[in-house]
């Protein structure tokens, strides 16, 4: 297995550029690409009608159905959601999503009261605890939509949080979710600003980082967007040849088929021959170049090792015969890689400019435009959710009556009875 300490020391020659440009740069410094006041605004949010609760009230009337084995409606859960008033209730209501998942009306959390506890998380400084809750969302419930998952990017981004802001892209690429261009443009650019932090990486943050960087990027053609394919495909490459295929797709949204070094090759391939003005960047070229150069190195060593008699290393009972094969195709992708890299340079489709720089430039270009029509169609969601809610709200009110009515005859039929004895 490559040492991790092989992808910190590449990331730090690969993006000490990046890192220069952004110190030196007055317009980076007020961090104008990232969401506008008017994306983060609460006023529409809090705009909604009133239901005020007695958060201990409520919390008492949902402890006594779960103890009589009854199912809690959606709508108390939204109620309690939609009533925290402090940090504090913040841990309660927590407590009550987690007892909700785990009962029979586990099905029917709504997706007001999911967006509505991210924005209480951060409106009371629980953003950990929003975190948290995105990352077990099996146990909780919580499955955002790509709008509220920017807010929770965002927040992180800008405290300066990029670790955080990749641990919430990383669920996002878990769910699938980055239909919306804004979620692409803010997911790169978190990923960029994490990478450019040179941070340790282990084989499982590797294989997390390749994936979200190869899935956020994967309907953009531009030169940012073919670096990040490169470099994405080039990480799971490296899992792939280190701990065999179904320690990459184990878990992920990505093919099981072999060969992602092969991809990354592609990728290239493709840039190569395409005709317009695409081009991939030095810095993630050179950290492919490195990241082969390294694995052929220690897949040298391996066998050197095994012909001088040494203590054969227990080998990973996932890696077959084909994972085998892929491995020794190690020497072609390296001869490949510099062949294609050279074809880059004579046709000057090497972009100067590093990976930070890039998404960077991207997010500053082109988030404000990929707001508008994600604020557009947040507010027709939010009539919806109100819609919706008031229905559910008017047929509980019905529910209600009925039974009221149905006890109320019951009571005039046993006193009749009694009446008649």
Not at 144 to 171: M, R
Not at 188 to 215: D, F, K, N
Request: glycine share 4%; charged share 25%; with cysteine.
């Amino acid at each position: 297995m490559v040492n991790s300490k092989m992808a910190a020391s590449l990331w730090k020659r690969c993006v000490t550029a990046a890192v220069k440009v952004k110190c030196s740069s007055p317009s980076l410094s007020v961090r104008r690409w990232l969401l506008s006041a008017a994306y983060t605004d609460t006023q529409l949010w809090e705009a909604r009608v009133k239901d005020p609760q007695n958060l201990a009230v409520l919390a008492s009337t949902m402890d006594r159905t779960y103890d009589r084995n009854l199912p809690v409606s959606s709508l108390a859960m939204s109620r309690f959601v939609d009533n925290i008033s402090s940090r504090e209730e913040v841990d309660q209501a927590e407590y009550y999503l987690y007892k909700f998942r785990h009962s029979p009306n586990c099905w029917y959390l709504r997706d007001w009261t999911i967006h509505g506890w991210i924005r209480q998380c951060l409106k009371y400084g629980a953003r950990d605890k929003a975190l948290h809750t995105v990352k077990n969302k099996v146990q909780y419930g919580i499955f955002p939509d790509d709008f509220t998952f920017n807010l929770l990017i965002d927040s992180f981004i800008k405290d300066g949080d990029f670790k955080g802001a990749c641990s919430t892209v990383e669920e996002l690429m878990l769910q699938e979710a980055f239909d919306l261009p804004s979620t692409q443009i803010l997911s790169m650019y978190a990923l960029g600003c994490y990478l450019a932090t040179r941070p340790q990486l282990t084989v499982l943050q590797e294989h997390s980082l390749g994936a979200s960087l190869l899935i956020s990027s994967i309907n953009q053609g531009t030169t940012v967007g073919v670096s990040a394919q490169l470099l994405g495909n080039a990480l799971l490459g490296k899992v792939e040849l280190s701990n065999g295929i179904h320690a990459v797709f184990k878990g992920m949204p990505l093919s099981w088929e072999r060969g992602y070094l092969a991809r990354a090759l592609a990728v290239m391939e493709g840039v190569v021959a395409a005709s317009g003005d695409v081009k991939l960047c030095k810095d993630s070229l050179d950290y492919v170049n490195h990241l082969l150069e390294e694995l052929s190195s220690a897949s040298d060593t391996e066998s050197s090792g095994e012909e001088s008699g040494g203590e054969e290393e227990k080998k990973d009972n996932s890696v077959d015969e084909d994972d085998e094969a892929e491995k020794a195709k190690l020497p072609q992708y390296l001869s490949r890689f510099k062949e294609l890299s050279r074809q880059l340079e004579d046709q000057n489709k090497v972009e100067s400019a590093s990976f930070q720089s890039l998404v960077t430039a991207l997010a500053q270009q082109n988030l404000a435009a990929a707001e508008k029509p994600d604020l557009e169609k947040y507010k027709v969601r939010v009539q919806a959710w109100e819609a919706e809610k008031i229905l559910l709200v008017q047929r509980e009110k019905e529910m209600r009556e009925k039974a009221e009515q149905e006890r109320q005859e019951k009571l005039a039929a046993r006193a009749a009875a009694a009446q008649q004895m």
